[in-house]
């Protein structure tokens, strides 16, 4: 691995051969952090092989230094870090320290070097760690892989590199094609360089240009925000609306207030954490693809445990809605209790299969994680399901007539009691669903459940009870409103704000934004 | 009021709260078998202020059929504003010993916010008590009844109000010391709380103040005003077709209701010493609906019944099986809804009507 990394490296053109030197691997290792540091770009600049796998080395914490020589330690081996031959080691060597300062400028020393790595991905990821860089002894070392850059869009970032490096030059001719340059660049990184640059510029027309390529950046980054907020306000309800779907089928339609709605998501969330482990243990090779194993798994389990209830409790409580608030508070007592006891009472982790990490860069400050994306277009997916079943399917058709009129589905030859056994079970698994869901973002715990309780009751309350529309458009638009919200006043406020507005809202409209229209004076 | 037998068991309580509790614990020497240890006083004197809650919440709900599960915000905001002038009668005591409560020291505070500006006084503070829930309570209640919003959603409600509120009472910014809330009282009118007789008087208070509340209740909804609010948990618009407007019946018992958890939580806070934001819970409003409903709705000694035996195994089993704790509050909750819908007091009558 070690060595690997810089078989990438490019070897240097000729005129720069410059031979790594015990005397330069004493200078980066030994004395001061700032003599260190100096020592550490002067060799940077005129970089090799050998450099490079000497600041690996450092970066590894694996430099031992014993009098006048530096060994790199591998195993219980030392090696010769010039040479690379294997010599012994002195038993007063000492470990080499870096603190934080050290440590920051390794790695970027690090990025440096990667830009002349053969992979594009890792070039990328060498730019993007040099964003913020500015330091002038790095140039000729950026204007060189700029040259020798062939992909356009990281040659692009890369000339932004450099004009934030040309930003402190000496030269007013540079400096003002560099705040240019910098105008197309939509990183907040940028705004502070040119914030700061800003502060120390004395030629007037420079000075014009950089507050002219502030605004544009600015303007920008502002868009970015607005994005961020609406993406983030959308996944927000996602999983709201997630929660929300299985109430919508026990409390919308068959009015059962489940309070223990919040554990059947934690046993679905369990149950991906149990698959997860199966696959860890037998099947590590197919990691990857768990969680398509473990989404029937929460499916099923939560499904499962909600017939269990049906069965054995709520259906003695049908038509009763307080009655089923309390006993399913107690269930869902129970439920914690039974995976702390299990389980234990800490969280658990969840890992993300590697296909749901990084995410689609859309603006500088604007990327969406591809967890958030896939969880978006998963409930999308169980809302559509859930139609279907509802709306299309003979199970759908026999739960709605129950909910509408008991005696007269029963006289039609209807089993009502099965029925109802059914949909609870539906509207648990969908929860179980919500909490595979959910393990992917957030903690997996025994309260897991108990943070989205009330955030699911106002949901399905404020889309209208029974109202399958309203509860997605209840769901999207609290996720949204909040988020907006949050960036004005902070998340805590901004949930407050959102659960005072809607105790406004139910004022106006007791039924929820889709109020069922009747003549009840109950009503 | 009540029957003769009643009004014996009453002054047969009094007496007990009054005069025998104080002499077993002040006099009777440590060891003997009739001594009451000072954690036995400090647990009595702990749940009969829940039991005051559970009587709130039998004369919303039991009496009015209203379920509210916000009562923890109530008795929240009693028990803070108690805690605020316990803060101030710190003084200089404190770990900065700054004339300012140690988490706005902490939090390099340089005055008291405003909200702080009347817990200096003792009087102040007894009107706050109950001034604040009242009228929280009646703001709140006056635009949820207004708008008829009733039944479980009033109960969601509800529980999404006292969710809101912990989620302020959390924030260091709003001045109630966050998390951590507030702890380490010294003393009471300039009075150290840290002795057996203060305790035994702050006891002995809660008794007379669960009494005085339980002798009120029975006038309540002995009264036309209680028979009106049964009427309207039997069949609201029954009473409105008749003539009556049930939100004023409604919005006064809500009131009422809530102002006896302020004076409940504004006793708690210096016998148990502490008042954090997780008194809002929705869970533990929860529990006093659960209180109740063990005890028996609709009947005033029952809910008070329901504390005792609620908190009694609680304090029992969370020491000797802390893990069957939730099991057991779990299990009594399903059990009551579907075995005892009228709780301990419905199962005894029961009893006692299949022997005679």
Redesign the interface.
């Known amino acids: 691995m070690f060595i690997r990394c810089f078989l990438f490296l490019l070897f240097f053109a000729a005129g720069h051969a410059h031979a790594f030197t015990p005397a330069e691997a004493k200078a980066m290792a030994t004395g001061e952090t700032d003599a260190r540091i100096e020592a550490l770009n002067k060799a940077v600049a005129s970089a090799d092989d050998q450099t490079a796998a000497f600041l690996q080395a450092l970066i590894d914490d694996s430099v031992k230094v014993a009098g006048d020589k530096v060994f790199v330690v591998k195993g219980d081996k030392a090696f010769d870090p010039v040479t690379g031959a294997q010599t012994p080691l002195p038993a007063d060597a000492e470990d080499v320290i870096n603190n934080n300062r050290m440590r920051g400028e390794l790695d970027t020393a690090m990025a440096a070097l990667k830009l002349f790595s053969k992979d594009e991905k890792e070039r990328a990821a060498a730019v993007k760690l040099l964003r913020t860089e500015t330091d002038e002894a790095r140039l000729p070392l950026i204007e060189k892989a700029y040259a020798a850059e062939s992909n356009a869009q990281i040659k692009e970032q890369l000339g932004l590199v450099r004009a934030a490096v040309l930003l402190g030059s000496s030269d007013k001719g540079k400096r003002m094609d560099a705040a240019k340059l910098l105008s197309q660049s939509n990183s907040g990184g940028t705004k502070l360089l040119l914030i700061e640059r800003l502060k120390v510029e004395t030629e007037p027309d420079v000075k014009a240009t950089l507050e002219a390529s502030l605004r544009t950046v600015e303007a920008s980054l502002a868009w970015g925000d607005k994005l961020g907020a609406v993406f983030s306000g959308i996944s927000l309800g996602s999983i709201l609306l997630l929660v929300a779907l299985g109430l919508a089928i026990t409390y919308g339609l068959m009015g059962v ?1 489940n ?1 223990a709605h919040g554990e059947l998501m934690m046993i679905g969330a369990y149950a991906t954490y149990v698959v997860q482990g199966i696959f860890q243990k037998y099947l590590p090779g197919a990691f990857d693809w768990y969680l398509l194993a473990a989404v029937p798994a929460a499916f099923l389990a939560s499904a499962l445990m909600g017939a269990i209830l049906e069965r054995s ?1 709520i259906r ?2 049908y038509g009763r ?3 089923t ?3 399913t ?6 439920l ?2 039974l995976v ?2 299990t389980f234990g009472a800490q969280n658990v982790g969840v890992e993300n299969p590697s296909w749901m990490s990084g995410g689609i860069v859309v603006l500088g400050n604007l990327q969406l994680p591809w967890n958030r994306i896939i969880i978006i277009g998963f409930a999308f997916a169980v809302l559509l399901g859930m139609g279907f079943l509802i709306g299309r399917t003979r199970l759908g058709l026999f739960v709605r007539g129950v909910t509408q009129n008991r005696p007269i589905a029963s006289c039609m030859g209807v089993n009502t009691a099965r029925i109802d056994t059914y949909a609870f079970a539906l509207g648990s698994g969908i929860a179980g669903l919500a909490g595979c869901a959910l393990s992917q973002i957030g903690n997996v715990g025994p309260d897991l459940g ?1 943070g989205y ?2 955030d699911s ?2 949901v399905v ?1 404020l889309g209208g009870v029974g109202q399958l529309a309203g509860t997605v458009y209840a769901a999207l638009g609290l996720g949204v409103l909040n988020k907006f919200l949050e960036g004005w006043t902070g998340a ?2 901004a ?2 704000a959102v ?2 507005l ?3 809202f ?3 409209r ?1 039924q929820g934004i889709f109020a069922v229209k009747g003549r009840s ?2 009503a | 009021m009540l029957s003769g037998r009643g009004w014996t068991a009453f002054v047969v309580a009094l007496i007990v709260v009054c005069a025998v509790a104080p002499l077993l614990n002040l006099y009777v020497p440590q060891g003997n078998a009739l001594h009451m240890s000072d954690y036995a006083v400090a647990l009595v004197g702990k749940i009969m202020c829940y039991a005051i809650c559970a009587l709130a919440m039998d004369l919303i709900w039991g009496y009015t059929g209203i ?1 509210s599960l916000g009562h923890g915000l109530f008795f929240a905001l009693g028990g803070y504003a108690m805690g605020m002038y316990l803060m101030r009668q710190i003084g200089t005591d404190g770990q900065y010993h700054s004339h300012l409560p140690d988490f706005m020291v902490f939090l390099d505070w340089k005055a008291l916010p405003w909200h702080w500006t009347f817990s200096g006084s003792f009087a102040a503070t007894l009107f706050l008590v109950v001034a604040v829930p009242a009228a929280v309570a009646f703001v ?1 209640g006056f ?2 009844f ?4 009733k ?3 009033f ?3 509800t ?3 006292t ?2 509120a912990m ?2 009472f ?2 260091n910014e709003t001045g109630f010391g966050g998390n951590n809330g507030f702890t380490d009282f010294k003393r009471i009118l300039d009075i150290p709380m840290q002795t057996p007789a203060m305790r035994m008087v702050l006891f002995v208070l809660t008794g007379v103040t669960l009494l005085a509340f339980y002798l009120f209740g029975r006038w309540l909804v002995a009264s036309k005003f209680g028979r009106v609010l049964q009427a309207i948990r039997d069949a609201e ?1 029954r009473v409105m077709f008749s003539g009556y407007n049930p939100i004023g019946y409604k919005l006064t018992i809500w009131t009422i209701s809530a102002v006896m958890c302020g004076v409940a939580g504004a006793l708690y806070v210096p016998q148990v010493g502490i008042i954090n934001p997780s008194e809002m819970s ?2 533990n409003s ?1 529990e006093i ?2 209180w109740a ?1 063990v005890g028996g709705r609709g009947t005033l000694i029952g809910p008070i019944l329901g504390a005792f035996i609620v908190n009694g195994a609680k304090s029992w089993l969370t020491v000797t099986a802390p ?1 069957f704790w ?2 057991f ?6 059990a ?3 075995f005892l ?1 009228q709780g301990v007091v419905g199962l005894v009558r029961k009893l006692r009507g299949s022997k005679a």
């Open positions: 207030i309070m409790v003695f409580l809605p307080l009655e608030l309390l006993a508070w107690g269930i869902s007592l129970m914690q209790q702390r006891s108990q309780i009330v009751f106002m309350v805590v406020l949930k407050i659960l005072v809607i105790i406004v139910i004022q106006k007791p004076a109950e | 379920l709140f635009f949820a207004r708008s008829r919003i039944g479980v959603y109960s969601i409600i529980q999404a109000l969710y809101a989620l302020l959390f924030r618009s929705p869970a929860i609906a659960i409903a893990e939730l099991y509050l779990g299990a009594l909750f399903i009551v809804t579907l819908p």
